[in-house]
T-cell receptor, first 114, second 112 residues
Framework: GDSVTQMEGPVTLSEEAFLTINCTYTATGYPSLFWYVQYPGEGLQLLLKATKADDKGSNKGFEATYRKETTSFHLEKGSVQVSDSAVYFC?????????????FGQGTILTVHP | DTGVSQNPRHKITKRGQNVTFRCDPISEHNRLYWYRQTLGQGPEFLTY????????KSRLLSDRFSAERPKGSFSTLEIQRTEQGDSAMYLCATIPRGGTQYFGPGTRLTVL
């Protein structure tokens, strides 16, 4: 089945620092790829997605590029803010008739200090 | 608020008791998913429905777990004879045809 390996946290940064959270996956075929975010005390929210190779998903200053050759979908942001403190999850979609079934990584806790 | 609601939000029960959770999806979302999330881990897939049909169940879903989605609208997840290892956040998510998932706020279960 599908599996995901995410960069272990926690990650602690100062405001305006550059962020990278690594994500690699194994999957059958070419799944759609997602990053979800979970803010303290809140539910999971879709952050961004990419549906095919070389696609770049972006939202709220975050970006991730679907790299088929390295089966990676690393999350980046050029300048983090305190409000970005949250848990980030990488997740491929099983696709095909099982579309919508997500396999989540273990999550990366990000803490941003002023 | 994603439009997916779950009740109750918190449930504390004693070991051996039965519990039932409910998920109300966004209307016309044909697929509904249940996940379980334990502390410090990502959500794990449990089962999903397309309309009223349960199409897949994870091996994580033991015989003590049962899920239903009568009439293809709301769904219930029942756990019989709860064990301490069942303590977790139970998440529901729904998806429209060709769309992306919307997650509910979850039901946090604590088994004493």
């Amino acid at each position: 089945g599908d599996s995901v390996t995410q960069m272990e946290g926690p990650v602690t940064l100062s405001e305006e620092a550059f962020l990278t959270i690594n994500c690699t996956y194994t999957a059958t075929g070419y799944p759609s790829l997602f990053w979800y975010v979970q803010y303290p005390g809140e539910g999971l929210q879709l952050l961004l997605k990419a549906t095919k190779a070389d696609d770049k998903g972006s939202n709220k200053g975050f970006e991730a590029t679907y790299r088929k050759e390295t089966t990676s979908f690393h999350l980046e942001k050029g300048s983090v803010q305190v409000s970005d403190s949250a848990v980030y999850f990488c997740a491929p979609d099983a696709g095909g008739t099982s579309y919508g079934k997500l396999t989540f990584g273990q999550g990366t806790i990000l803490t941003v200090h002023p | 608020d994603t439009g997916v609601s779950q009740n109750p939000r918190h449930k504390i029960t004693k070991r051996g008791q039965n519990v039932t959770f409910r998920c109300d999806p966004i209307s016309e979302h044909n697929r509904l998913y249940w996940y379980r999330q334990t502390l410090g881990q990502g959500p794990e897939f449990l089962t999903y429905f397309q309309n009223e049909a349960q199409l897949e169940k994870s091996r994580l879903l033991s015989d003590r777990f049962s899920a239903e989605r009568p009439k293809g609208s709301f769904s219930t997840l029942e756990i019989q004879r709860t064990e301490q290892g069942d303590s977790a956040m139970y998440l529901c998510a729904t998806i429209p045809r060709g769309g992306t998932q919307y997650f509910g706020p979850g039901t946090r279960l604590t088994v004493l």
